[in-house]
């Protein structure tokens, strides 16, 4: 729960998605872990599908954010 109205009605959630990652290079057995960690918030609407519509849009934001930042580490990882 983000925030609530003065009658204390739900008014937005706080989302977060964190993502643990281990890589390990066979060719010398080195071990690497990166933690990955986004948050967002998302409104309560009128009804409950919208709310519901609301929180999958965000998590599919987020995970998408997510996913793009474990691609540039990997990308930079993998160069060296």
Same mark, same amino acid.
Do not use: C, P, Q, W
């Given at each position: 729960? #983000? ?5 204390? /009605?739900?008014? %937005? &959630? ?7 990652? =281990?890589?390990? *290079?066979?060719?010398?057995?080195? #071990? ?5 960690? /986004?948050?967002? %918030? &998302? ?7 919208? =709310?519901?519509? *609301? ?26």
């Amino acid at each position: 729960i #983000k925030d609530k109205n003065i009658s204390g /009605k739900i008014t %937005s &959630y706080k989302l977060i998605l964190d993502v643990d990652l =281990t890589v390990i *290079n066979v060719k010398n057995s080195k #071990k690497i872990e990166k933690k990955f960690m /986004k948050s967002n %918030s &998302y409104s309560v609407a009128d009804n409950h599908s919208d =709310t519901l519509s *609301n929180e999958k849009r965000t998590l599919e934001n987020l995970a998408e954010t997510i996913t793009e930042d474990i691609i540039n580490f990997l990308s930079i990882y993998l160069k060296n």
